[in-house]
């Protein structure tokens, strides 16, 4: 691991002095083209240096970075993750994704878009276990997997594992596009977990037409998209499957594997890890 200072210590010092942005002045963006990046804090902090008052950050309640905790939905046979491994053009990925920090809960329903761009589709979901899939959430599923790529929805779905990460929202003013940061990446299931570097950030830049400013900024620094699923890249260290064309990123981001029964450290985790 890098000696350098963590990502999210160092992404705290950059966004203390930018402007902030409400919740409301955010693009959603439900359908775009994403591109991600793995990035060291240094390359991180020669980036914030570029950038310039057009960007500005998400702030909440006085907060700038926010934790999330995600978990995610597949078959018994991981149909979801088969998908995304070869590359299918019809794919979707499920999940609840909690605002721990505000925000509340959604499920999330994540789509293979044209020309590789990714749609997502949400439904308010306060108030029920994030590892379950109520009846009305089942409906929602079946409908949109039909209309939209006309696929019938697996008769099981069931909690598969879940990640834990801090995120921060820059917003490009001007160009509508946004990037999120995401540091402290903790990926479990019921049997262990994998944390990932400390001194590295991933950082996933979200625009209309996958030319947003901060792809030139990352361009000229010599950085590089890279491919890489939260959820597939997961699967593949806890479960140790191939991890395909995911594999320079999983050997560089996730740490070593953490046995079950020793990574619950509080109540809270106990329980988040039923779930799962």
Not at 50 to 76: A, C, K, M, N
């Amino acid at each position: 691991m890098s000696a350098g200072p963590y990502a999210d210590a160092l992404l705290a010092g950059v966004t203390a002095a930018m402007p902030g942005l409400g919740l409301d002045e955010v693009p959603e963006l439900m359908s775009r083209v994403d591109r991600k990046y793995l990035v060291t804090t240094a390359t991180m902090a020669r980036l914030a240096a570029e950038l310039d008052d057009r960007f500005h950050v998400l702030r909440i309640g006085g907060r700038r970075q926010f934790r999330y905790t995600s978990t995610y939905f597949d078959t018994p046979e991981l149909l979801t993750f088969h998908q995304h491994r070869q590359d299918r053009r019809r794919r979707f990925k499920l999940r609840t994704r909690t605002y721990l920090d505000g925000g509340g809960q959604w499920l999330e329903l994540k789509l293979g878009g044209a020309r590789g761009g990714t749609d997502k589709l949400r439904i308010p979901y306060d108030g029920v276990p994030s590892g379950t899939l109520t009846p009305q959430a089942m409906d929602f599923v079946r409908d949109t997997l039909l209309s939209r790529l006309r696929l019938i929805a697996p008769e099981t779905l069931e909690p598969v594992l879940a990640t834990d990460y801090r995120r921060v929202t820059l917003v490009d003013r001007e160009g509508g596009a946004r990037v999120t940061c995401d540091t402290g990446l903790v990926c479990r299931d019921a049997h262990g977990s994998r944390p990932a570097r400390g001194d590295l950030v991933l950082l996933e830049s979200k625009s209309a037409d996958g030319r947003g400013a901060i792809d030139g900024v990352l361009r000229g620094l010599g950085v590089r998209p890279v491919s890489v699923s939260k959820y597939c890249v997961a699967v593949a260290a806890l479960r140790g499957l191939p991890a395909n064309r995911w594999r320079p990123v999983l050997h560089r981001y996730l740490g070593r594997h953490v046995p079950a029964g020793r990574q619950w450290r509080s109540r809270d985790d106990r329980q988040m890890a039923s779930t799962v």
